[in-house]
């Protein structure tokens, strides 16, 4: 009579009965077999009936098992399958001869007989009637097959499919590549047609769910089942289904990971290995990282962790607390799914009811407070992140400004760039600025902003990877980001000397068109403002801090161009045919070495001159700055700061951002020079590099629609024109100009400007404002909005 709910349990569970379900755990031997959730109801079996088996381990290293009195009728079954013959097998979907590879003392294949039906694989000596059973797969929803693939065929010259199960993986080949494609194809729809399987701990889980307002019960039911319980031994196999033999994250980002089933065992190995470790902080970024990089072991490692939280022998001693430290750590960088979650809350809660006013109940007061506020973290916490999760505390992190200024703030593994910018304005009293401003990650070459939902702890942590990878310091600094009224900030605020700062920055950088007299007075004012009046007592500022160096380069690389001349043997290889000037025979290499030692010689001298005149040319406008300084005494620094903004402020484009860019002239893929692309408050506008005079500007109240039209390259509506630019900073433009229109919004309210519009993907949309929300193509920077 066939049996339904057949199960197949290799668990750590000892029969105790609670509601009709045994449960039972061997805690040398924690291992268990997979359930289907369809077994679990019909036919005459109550739903919370469980047949279980106990494994063991042979001497050969296979799984015995000893099944339960229970189970009886189901181990029969499988004594009779094995004898019986070829002609009694039920529902043969596809059979025929392959060649399985056999591991022994070298590989090997042989040809065998293969039968697929509706609940496994089989292999026979042959497919004659009563032919030898060689070897079974059973197939359930956790297995897996690996198509054919032409790197096998070309290194073997069969074409091969794997199939994976739980305790067998069979490898096996044929030399059509159809055939190979039809066995696919049949065991995956098998596999497909499997319902999902449970563990024991994914059925006791549940069991707690439903009686966690029935204190006596989940007592009893952590009392009888060891398998939820801390133990010292290994782990056999994971406490949540897995896929068999899933190589998807094998070698992920090079990493060389197993299967995921594997890695939920050497996982648990290192929780073990917190307790006597010296240093546990590497153990705990190594679990951290493999979860990042693994999806599906969050929920693992949070079972693994609740299990080893519970009924520990001695549980305030330092080394079970390093548990709890890393269960601190997995809640403020990863969530856990739904069903894991809940679970998770109630340990926490009955940890916290069974022991009041402990360290144990501190962590968990702390782990719940931390899982209300997780979002999954881009970068595994730093050193220090981790040793002030440890202890509880806070990390302090230095927030930089324009100028020598910097603030100390306490941040949490939660606090994003938006608290950031928020707690700094009311630091430096700019509540009331009708600008707004954002953090920039920053180094001495390179800056930008931060999206305001980023987590402070994951850029300071991706800070010291591209500290140690670049050999450069990078800091977190605050400025202004959308310049909305430059006219109301007021003389005396600090908000003013942001804008001073970032002015001088952009002078420095090349980005303020002016005149070299202009420039130079610039130099000089930002010299007053500095150091106060001209002394020869104090050292100066180095001329690339206060002077756009790509000025000085441009004028001494143009007088060395005028004045250069082609060298003799150029000139004499020009008459000459290319044949005669590289003549083939003995003394080719020669002659060949000879001209590149002379090129070589001729490339130096070149590089010496330019040098010399760069210092000749720097010496000359330092002396020029100088005289303008001296000129500038009994200015103050506020004086100074003003007459630098004023000079500032005669270019039209002052307060926009330049972003150098690629300007397509026609769809064909042809584009004029690089141009500057300014964005500001009011307007777009392209000009050429250097020059002052925009070539255009297009207000944004006549811009249609903006956005990315492919992965280098912004379009702009303007009324009929489509103005097309590559750029790698595309991520930067769409930020400050979502930034611009949401100021925009603000300011005037919704139902103004209603033509324009945001692009939603690389198709250019035409979204009324007046019914569009805040974009969501790419996030807002680091301001409130």
Request: with cysteine.
């Given at each position: 009579m066939p049996l339904q709910g057949v199960c197949w349990f290799l668990c750590c569970r000892q029969g105790f009965s609670l509601l009709g379900r045994d449960y039972g755990e061997k805690?040398?031997?924690?291992?268990?077999?997979?359930?289907?959730?369809?077994?679990?109801?019909?036919?005459?079996?109550?739903?919370?009936?469980?047949?279980?088996?106990?494994?063991?381990?042979?001497?050969?290293?296979?799984?015995?098992?000893?099944?339960?009195?229970?189970?009886?009728?189901?181990?029969?079954?499988?004594i009779e399958k094995n004898k019986m013959g070829l002609e009694e097998e039920p529902e043969l979907l596809v059979k025929g001869w392959l060649l399985r590879e056999v591991r022994g003392n070298w590989i090997k294949q042989r040809r065998y007989w293969f039968v697929l039906s509706q609940d496994s694989l089989d292999y026979y000596s042959g497919p004659e009637k009563g032919a030898r059973r060689l070897g079974t797969l059973v197939l359930t929803n956790l297995c897996s097959?690996?198509?054919?693939?032409k790197q096998t065929y070309k290194e073997t010259g069969y074409w091969s499919i794997t199939v994976y199960g739980r305790k067998h993986c069979y490898r096996l080949y044929t030399k059509h590549f159809n055939e190979a494609v039809h066995w696919a194809c049949a065991i995956q729809k098998i596999i497909d047609t499997k319902a999902p399987v449970e563990t024991p701990t994914q059925l006791l889980i549940r069991d707690i769910e439903e009686n966690k307002f029935h204190p006596e019960v989940v007592e009893h039911i952590y009392q009888h089942n060891p398998i939820l319980k801390y133990t010292q031994g290994p782990l056999y196999a994971p406490l949540l289904p897995f896929p068999y033999g899933s190589l998807e994250h094998t070698y992920h980002s090079g990493k060389g990971y197993g299967s995921v089933r594997e890695e939920a065992v050497k996982l648990f190995n290192c929780l073990q290995q917190l307790e006597s470790a010296r240093e546990p902080i590497p153990i705990i970024q190594g679990v951290l990282q493999t979860c990042l990089d693994l999806r599906p072991l969050r929920d693992e490692v949070y079972c693994q962790l609740v299990k080893q939280t519970s009924y520990t022998p001695a549980p305030y001693t330092?080394?079970?607390?390093?548990?709890?430290?890393?269960?601190?750590?997995?809640?403020?960088?990863?969530?856990?799914?739904?069903?894991?979650?809940?679970?998770?809350?109630?340990?926490?809660?009955?940890?916290?009811?069974?022991?009041?006013?402990?360290?144990?109940?501190?962590?968990?007061?702390?782990?719940?407070?931390?899982?209300?506020?997780?979002?999954?973290?881009?970068?595994?916490?730093?050193?220090?992140?981790?040793?002030?999760?440890?202890?509880?505390?806070?990390?302090?992190?230095?927030?930089?400004?324009?100028?020598?200024?910097?603030?100390?703030?306490?941040?949490?593994?939660?606090?994003?760039?938006?608290?950031?910018?928020?707690?700094?304005?009311?630091?430096?009293?700019?509540?009331?600025?009708?600008?707004?401003?954002?953090?920039?990650?920053?180094?001495?070459?390179?800056?930008q902003p931060v999206a305001g939902s980023a987590l402070i702890a994951d850029i300071l942590t991706s800070f010291s990877t591209k500290e140690s990878e670049s050999k450069t310091q990078w800091k977190l600094c605050f400025k202004l980001y959308c310049l909305l009224d430059a006219d109301s900030i007021s003389v005396d605020s600090i908000e003013y000397l942001l804008l001073f700062e970032q002015c001088h920055e952009m002078v420095v950088r090349g980005q303020l068109p002016a005149s070299e007299e202009d420039l130079q007075a610039l130099a000089s004012l930002r010299l007053q403002c500095l150091m106060g009046d001209f002394t020869t007592h104090a050292p100066c500022p180095p001329?690339?801090?206060?002077?756009?160096?790509?000025?000085?380069?441009?004028?001494?690389?143009?007088?060395?161009?005028?004045?250069?001349?082609?060298?003799?043997?150029?000139?004499?290889?020009?008459?000459?045919?290319?044949?005669?000037?590289?003549?083939?025979?003995?003394?080719?290499?020669?002659?060949?070495?000879?001209?590149?030692?002379?090129?070589h010689k001729q490339k130096v001298e070149q590089d010496l001159r330019l040098r010399s005149r760069l210092k000749e040319e720097a010496s000359a406008v330092m002396g020029s700055i100088l005289e303008r300084w001296k000129g500038l005494a009994g200015y103050s620094r506020r004086d100074s700061m003003a007459a630098y903004l004023t000079i500032a402020r005669q270019w039209s484009g002052f307060g926009c951002t330049l972003y150098e860019v690629d300007f397509y002239i026609s769809s064909t893929g042809n584009f004029s020079q690089k141009l500057w692309l300014g964005v500001a408050a009011t307007s777009v506008s392209l000009y050429r590099q250097g020059e002052a005079e925009a070539l255009e500007c297009f207000p944004y109240g006549q811009i249609c629609s903006y956005g990315v039209s492919d992965s280098n390259t912004f379009k702009i509506t303007a009324g009929d024109r489509d103005l097309l630019f590559e750029t790698t900073k595309l991520t930067e433009i769409m930020q400050l100009m979502n930034a611009y229109f949401s100021a925009i919004r603000r300011q005037r309210g919704k139902g103004e400007d209603a033509d324009i519009t945001i692009a939603e993907s690389t198709e250019v949309g035409f979204h009324h404002l007046a019914s569009t929300l805040t974009p969501t193509l790419l996030e807002l920077p680091s301001h409130p909005v």
């Amino acid at each position: 009579m066939p049996l339904q709910g057949v199960c197949w349990f290799l668990c750590c569970r000892q029969g105790f009965s609670l509601l009709g379900r045994d449960y039972g755990e061997k805690e040398e031997e924690e291992s268990f077999e997979l359930r289907n959730k369809e077994d679990l109801t019909p036919n005459g079996r109550s739903p919370t009936e469980v047949t279980v088996s106990q494994p063991t381990c042979t001497a050969n290293g296979t799984n015995g098992h000893t099944v339960s009195e229970g189970s009886e009728e189901m181990k029969s079954l499988i004594i009779e399958k094995n004898k019986m013959g070829l002609e009694e097998e039920p529902e043969l979907l596809v059979k025929g001869w392959l060649l399985r590879e056999v591991r022994g003392n070298w590989i090997k294949q042989r040809r065998y007989w293969f039968v697929l039906s509706q609940d496994s694989l089989d292999y026979y000596s042959g497919p004659e009637k009563g032919a030898r059973r060689l070897g079974t797969l059973v197939l359930t929803n956790l297995c897996s097959v690996i198509w054919p693939d032409k790197q096998t065929y070309k290194e073997t010259g069969y074409w091969s499919i794997t199939v994976y199960g739980r305790k067998h993986c069979y490898r096996l080949y044929t030399k059509h590549f159809n055939e190979a494609v039809h066995w696919a194809c049949a065991i995956q729809k098998i596999i497909d047609t499997k319902a999902p399987v449970e563990t024991p701990t994914q059925l006791l889980i549940r069991d707690i769910e439903e009686n966690k307002f029935h204190p006596e019960v989940v007592e009893h039911i952590y009392q009888h089942n060891p398998i939820l319980k801390y133990t010292q031994g290994p782990l056999y196999a994971p406490l949540l289904p897995f896929p068999y033999g899933s190589l998807e994250h094998t070698y992920h980002s090079g990493k060389g990971y197993g299967s995921v089933r594997e890695e939920a065992v050497k996982l648990f190995n290192c929780l073990q290995q917190l307790e006597s470790a010296r240093e546990p902080i590497p153990i705990i970024q190594g679990v951290l990282q493999t979860c990042l990089d693994l999806r599906p072991l969050r929920d693992e490692v949070y079972c693994q962790l609740v299990k080893q939280t519970s009924y520990t022998p001695a549980p305030y001693t330092a080394a079970h607390l390093r548990y709890w430290q890393l269960l601190t750590c997995m809640s403020c960088t990863f969530l856990p799914g739904v069903t894991v979650l809940k679970y998770l809350r109630f340990h926490l809660k009955r940890i916290q009811s069974q022991s009041p006013e402990s360290e144990m109940d501190n962590y968990a007061s702390f782990i719940s407070e931390a899982l209300e506020k997780t979002k999954c973290r881009e970068c595994v916490p730093s050193w220090e992140e981790i040793q002030m999760l440890m202890s509880r505390q806070e990390m302090l992190c230095t927030v930089h400004y324009p100028g020598p200024g910097s603030c100390q703030l306490y941040i949490s593994s939660h606090t994003t760039a938006n608290e950031v910018v928020r707690r700094m304005q009311e630091k430096l009293s700019l509540q009331d600025s009708k600008n707004t401003f954002s953090l920039f990650e920053q180094n001495a070459l390179w800056e930008q902003p931060v999206a305001g939902s980023a987590l402070i702890a994951d850029i300071l942590t991706s800070f010291s990877t591209k500290e140690s990878e670049s050999k450069t310091q990078w800091k977190l600094c605050f400025k202004l980001y959308c310049l909305l009224d430059a006219d109301s900030i007021s003389v005396d605020s600090i908000e003013y000397l942001l804008l001073f700062e970032q002015c001088h920055e952009m002078v420095v950088r090349g980005q303020l068109p002016a005149s070299e007299e202009d420039l130079q007075a610039l130099a000089s004012l930002r010299l007053q403002c500095l150091m106060g009046d001209f002394t020869t007592h104090a050292p100066c500022p180095p001329l690339d801090e206060l002077f756009p160096g790509h000025m000085l380069e441009a004028r001494v690389l143009m007088s060395l161009s005028a004045n250069q001349a082609l060298p003799p043997c150029q000139v004499a290889a020009q008459d000459c045919p290319a044949t005669q000037r590289f003549p083939s025979g003995l003394l080719t290499g020669t002659l060949w070495s000879h001209t590149a030692t002379a090129a070589h010689k001729q490339k130096v001298e070149q590089d010496l001159r330019l040098r010399s005149r760069l210092k000749e040319e720097a010496s000359a406008v330092m002396g020029s700055i100088l005289e303008r300084w001296k000129g500038l005494a009994g200015y103050s620094r506020r004086d100074s700061m003003a007459a630098y903004l004023t000079i500032a402020r005669q270019w039209s484009g002052f307060g926009c951002t330049l972003y150098e860019v690629d300007f397509y002239i026609s769809s064909t893929g042809n584009f004029s020079q690089k141009l500057w692309l300014g964005v500001a408050a009011t307007s777009v506008s392209l000009y050429r590099q250097g020059e002052a005079e925009a070539l255009e500007c297009f207000p944004y109240g006549q811009i249609c629609s903006y956005g990315v039209s492919d992965s280098n390259t912004f379009k702009i509506t303007a009324g009929d024109r489509d103005l097309l630019f590559e750029t790698t900073k595309l991520t930067e433009i769409m930020q400050l100009m979502n930034a611009y229109f949401s100021a925009i919004r603000r300011q005037r309210g919704k139902g103004e400007d209603a033509d324009i519009t945001i692009a939603e993907s690389t198709e250019v949309g035409f979204h009324h404002l007046a019914s569009t929300l805040t974009p969501t193509l790419l996030e807002l920077p680091s301001h409130p909005v």
